[in-house]
Structure formats: structure tokens, C-alpha cells
């Protein structure tokens, strides 16, 4: 950093979890922190913190425009990173998956993500340089029973990341995946809206693989996951990402993600199903 002069980032999702831990870990590394929320309420509590907060919603277009127009002005025109971190999950098999829904859910999870990438892609390519962190999954390396249209958001996240990762070689901009496991975050409650809204789980013929699996799971917290982790050990690998000379093109986050990875690479394909399946 010179003299007086903080980095700045713009961060979505900050009401909490991931994106709030960021924006506060940030802060306190002495960046500038531009700590977005989708709804008006929460970006008065975070002005009440003490964060720039401009209001970003990924399925509002015109939002992101205002929103980043707000950064813009705020900085003289210039923005060193971009963690994209807001989504949300909808749970369901996939035969239960309406089209609306699914196609709401890529709204906010990739096509919202895409929007703001391309609005701040010239702004770093004016200034020469910059870093652009989208927050994948372990479900975006492998899937999950009745995580489908989370899964297909995140597999697409990746592919879309891994071009414009080979596309913006030599520009200065860095584009980078984090890719965390389990982390304590409110991801599984804020998914219960949009699984009344769009899975008519009563009349699937599933029903009683909802009423002895899903049900319980979605709606009564069971405690943290074997493996979960605060939200601080994603703020510590975005760190890396954004203040390393040579940043990796992607951070695995807990010790599920590196299984995934290895899985992956390893195993045939009617091995993987059988584990996920649970056998």
C-alpha cells in the first residue's frame, strides 16, 4: 500500500456470514471495503458499522448499475477487487425443479455474478490491474442428492471462470475461484423462501423421501457440520487471493473440498455416484 492510499473492494452478500466476515477481516487488514447487501435494511446496518454499503442485487440489473456507479464515485473511478459471494440454495431433486425456479436461482447465482464482472472488467483493464474472486463450492467440483440447481449454478460458475481466467491472461486482471466446504453460515435457512416458493414437494413422487430426508435437514438445525469452519478460514484464503503477487486460480476451503478434488480425479465416474449417493 502507498502512503495514505487503501486498496479498495467491493463485496456481495455481506449481510452475513462469508460476505460479512470478508468485509470485517478486510477492514481490519486496512482495506477499503465496499460492503454490498441485496436488501436496503441490511445496508443501513452495515452503514451503522461503519462500511461504504451500497445496495447490490444480483437479480436487479438496474441495481448493480447504481450500485457500482455508488463505488465509482466514491473511489475516483477505480476498484482493485471484486469478490462475488452472494447466492442462494433451492433445494429439491431435480424432476422437481420448475423452470422458473431454476432459472431464478442462475439469475442471482451466475447470470447477476456475470453482470457485475463485465461492468467492473473495464474499470480494472483502464487501470491496468485488478482481482476478480468468485465464491464456487465443493458442489461446484462434484454434486450432491437434492442440491441440483445449486450444483448446476456452481458448475457453471466454474467453467464461465475458468474461460475468462484464460481470456484476461496478460491484462493485469486476475480472475480467481475460492471453492469453500462446509462453513457456518445462514445459507441453509435463507434456502426454506425459495424451496415453499418453487417445490411442490406434496404432490413429487419423492414425498416420503422429502418427509424422512429433506424436511429435517432444511428446517431444524442439527449443529455444525463434522467438518465446518467459520467463516474467517474463507477470509483468510481471499486475502491470499487478492494480496499475493502471484495468486493460485483456485483456493480449496476445508478438508471436504480437497476430498472432492481428489475424488474427482481419481475415481471413475459409478464410484464417485455410489459415495455420493451414500451407497
Not at 55 to 67: C, E, F, I, K, T
Not at 155 to 183: K, N, Q, S, W, Y
Not at 247 to 275: E, H, K, N, S
Request: aromatic share 8%.
Amino acid at each position: 500500500m502507498t502512503g495514505a492510499v487503501k486498496r479498495t473492494i467491493l463485496i456481495t452478500g455481506c449481510s452475513s456470514g462469508i460476505g460479512l466476515d470478508a468485509a470485517q477481516g478486510l477492514r481490519a487488514s486496512g482495506w477499503r471495503v465496499f460492503a454490498s447487501c441485496r436488501q436496503q435494511a441490511d445496508c443501513d446496518r452495515m452503514r451503522a458499522m461503519g462500511f461504504d454499503s451500497p445496495r447490490l442485487d444480483y437479480a436487479d440489473p438496474d441495481s448493480l448499475r447504481d450500485g457500482l456507479a455508488e463505488v465509482l464515485e466514491a473511489t475516483g473511478g477505480t476498484l482493485d477487487a471484486l469478490f462475488n459471494n452472494g447466492a442462494h440454495g433451492l433445494p429439491g431433486a431435480v424432476e422437481d425443479l420448475p423452470r422458473d425456479g431454476l432459472r431464478a436461482i442462475f439469475e442471482v447465482n451466475l447470470f447477476g455474478v456475470h453482470d457485475l464482472t463485465c461492468r467492473v472488467i473495464p474499470v480494472m483493464r483502464a487501470q491496468g490491474h485488478g482481482r476478480i474472486v468468485n465464491c464456487s463450492s465443493v458442489l461446484g467440483m462434484v454434486t450432491y442428492p437434492w442440491r441440483g440447481a445449486y450444483v448446476a449454478t456452481k458448475f457453471a460458475m466454474e467453467g464461465l471462470t475458468d474461460t475468462l481466467r484464460v481470456e484476461m491472461r496478460g491484462t493485469g486482471i486476475h480472475i480467481i475461484l475460492i471453492e469453500p466446504g462446509p462453513i457456518t453460515s445462514q445459507i441453509r435457512v435463507n434456502s426454506i423462501p425459495h424451496f415453499e416458493r418453487w417445490i411442490d414437494w406434496q404432490n413429487s413422487p419423492r414425498r416420503k423421501h422429502y418427509e424422512t430426508k429433506l424436511l429435517k435437514r432444511l428446517y431444524e438445525s442439527s449443529g455444525p457440520d463434522r467438518f465446518e469452519l467459520p467463516p474467517s478460514a474463507v477470509t483468510a484464503k481471499l486475502r491470499h487471493a487478492i494480496e499475493s503477487p502471484r495468486p493460485a486460480a483456485r483456493y480449496y476451503v476445508t478438508t471436504p473440498t480437497y476430498i472432492a478434488g481428489f475424488l474427482r480425479r481419481v475415481l471413475p465416474t459409478r464410484w464417485q455416484d455410489v459415495i455420493l449417493s451414500g451407497g
